[in-house]
């Protein structure tokens, strides 16, 4: 007999919605029929894929979310339970990056990647988190979830994205700390930590020299789409991960071995 993933009565929030990973997120988590709340600074494109989203039969809500802004953290977590009810699942999962020697990063570049990458996502989980615990939800087979998305740069680190690779290693670390401290509150804290993934944001970059030398370097000499990372997502969302509390897990086709 098949089995398949049902989220439904679940809401999902998802951060950095408006394009690549988050956006396949979102459409992954509404497919099984997760009520998605769509969170970035971009809230034209969230409308789109809202109506996207809505055409398919889903549910999904818009928030306007500056994960460098505590302030609007804390105002996009309360305005997604106003508007889509209380969030049982988190996908933190905006992050930037800059390519560039160690010895040239400068103190904006640093605030730009850590702040993000590792101030916003830790004060994203911390608030979804503080609701969750008021909620008071101990019972023994957990029932919430946040997804950190990580990388695989936070395992091994690569040339030139140095500054990068150092944001996401805290954000693995970040996971496990949560682990251990929320895990008695019934939240499930796991992170993703994806390789080469072909999206917008670097499409034209497979085209190129540098491009195709990275990729003669992968194991399978392929780079991924967002759909390689959907059955990841979908188990650490569901109930069937309830045993699994600060895994970190690749999905980067072996690059990491």
């Not at 690549?20 to 769509?38: E, I």
């Not at 730009?112 to 019972?139: L, Y």
């Amino acid at each position: 007999m098949g089995r398949s993933i049902n989220l439904e009565g679940k809401v999902a929030l998802i951060t950095g919605a408006s394009s690549g990973l988050g956006k396949r997120f979102a459409q992954v988590l509404s497919q099984a029929g997760a009520k998605v709340v769509l969170a970035s600074r971009r809230t034209e494109r969230l409308k789109e894929l809202r109506a996207e989203i809505e055409s398919s039969g889903g549910a999904a809500h818009v928030v306007s979310l500056d994960v460098t802004d505590y302030q609007s953290i804390k105002a996009a977590v309360a305005h997604a339970e106003t508007e889509a009810g209380t969030i049982d699942i988190l996908v933190n999962n905006s992050g930037v990056s800059t390519t560039q020697k160690l010895t040239d990063v400068t103190p904006a570049d640093f605030e730009f990647v850590f702040g993000t990458n590792v101030r916003g996502a830790f004060f994203v989980a911390q608030e979804v988190a503080k609701r969750m615990i008021m909620r008071g939800n101990g019972a023994p087979k957990p029932a919430y979830r946040i997804i950190n998305v990580a990388s695989v740069a936070g395992l091994r680190v690569f040339p030139q994205i140095g500054l990068y690779a150092m944001s996401k290693a805290a954000v693995v670390q970040m996971t496990k700390a949560m682990a251990l401290e929320w895990g008695r509150h019934g939240i499930n804290v796991n992170a993703i930590c994806p390789g080469y993934i072909d999206t917008e944001i670097n499409h034209h970059h497979w085209k190129t020299e540098q491009g195709q030398k990275l990729v003669s370097m992968l194991p399978r000499r392929r780079v991924g789409s967002p759909n390689d990372l959907d059955g990841l997502l979908l188990l650490l969302a569901a109930d069937e991960s309830q045993f699994m509390n600060g895994s970190v897990i690749s999905a980067d086709d072996g690059f990491s071995l």
